[in-house]
């Protein structure tokens, strides 16, 4: 008998490989290191494991250090009433944390948002670009930017966030995350094919953005033309040629 394996033998033993090495939890691990990243108590580097380990034991939680570390890599993850728990120390959102997506919408709201969402940078997009800037998308992965511009020679970092309503007049913005040189965009859609774009400061998003986990929450309210963030005035973006927006006026 020939001791040399079939291409069969090879292509099967590699698939082997393949799902051996692969990690089974590697989303849910994404979004708790992001969580853990994220809280301001939590300390840097790999201290991280040893300090939300602590504060789960502090529950009365029985927790090994291999346990943890297995959640933090992916190779496991936490049964359904740690996941609570973990939750609450880390104060995000319970359903972001385990699935992935916000406790408002359901899995199929949430493609139907994400297609639209998707719609709204691309229309974005093409609006810089009808206005003279050049645009290109980021790379797959790299989160919280959606739009990269160039305008006069100079790189411009965009995030694109269409609006939802919460009651009349009052919508809800949800960023990926905070960066002080990046443009933020909040796209009101006023009707089936018509939206308003507001420039959304990113001092206004740092400092009334509630932090949900791997996201962040901000709240605009309408009065008439004149959209605010707890009695800040935005800027109404009328032209793609100019970013910054313009101040409306308070009838």
């Known amino acids: 008998m020939s001791s040399k394996l079939s291409n069969q033998d090879t292509k099967r033993l590699s698939r082997e490989e393949v799902v051996s090495k692969a990690i089974p939890h590697k989303d849910f691990a994404t979004r708790l290191q992001k969580a853990v990243a994220g809280h301001p108590r939590a300390p840097e580097g790999h201290g991280r494991q040893a300090w939300l380990r602590e504060q789960l034991v502090k529950q009365n939680l029985e927790l090994s250090p291999e346990a943890v570390r297995k959640w ?7 049964r359904v009433g740690v996941i609570t728990q973990i939750a609450k120390t880390l104060e995000v959102d319970e359903a972001w944390l385990s699935l992935g997506r916000r406790p408002d919408a359901s899995p199929e709201e949430t493609k139907k948002r994400n297609a639209v969402a998707d719609g709204v940078v691309n229309v974005v997009a093409g609006m810089i670009q009808m206005s003279g800037g050049h645009i290109a998308f980021p790379d797959e992965g790299e989160e919280g930017v959606d739009i990269i511009a160039i305008y006069q ?16 007049n009052v919508f809800r913005f949800t960023f990926q995350s905070y960066h002080p040189g990046k443009v933020f965009i909040g796209a009101v859609r006023l009707n089936k094919t018509k939206l308003e774009y507001l420039r959304i400061p990113a001092g206004l998003v740092k400092d009334h953005g509630h932090r949900k986990g791997g996201y962040l929450d901000i709240t605009v309210q309408r009065d008439g033309s004149v959209y605010t963030i707890e009695g800040n005035v935005l800027p109404v973006i009328t032209s793609f040629d100019n970013l910054e927006g313009v101040m409306p006026r308070r009838k």
């Open 72 to 78: 933090f890599a992916g190779e496991s993850r936490p």
């Open 153 to 168: 020679g100079k790189k411009i970092d965009i995030e694109v966030s269409l609006s939802r309503d919460v009651e009349e």
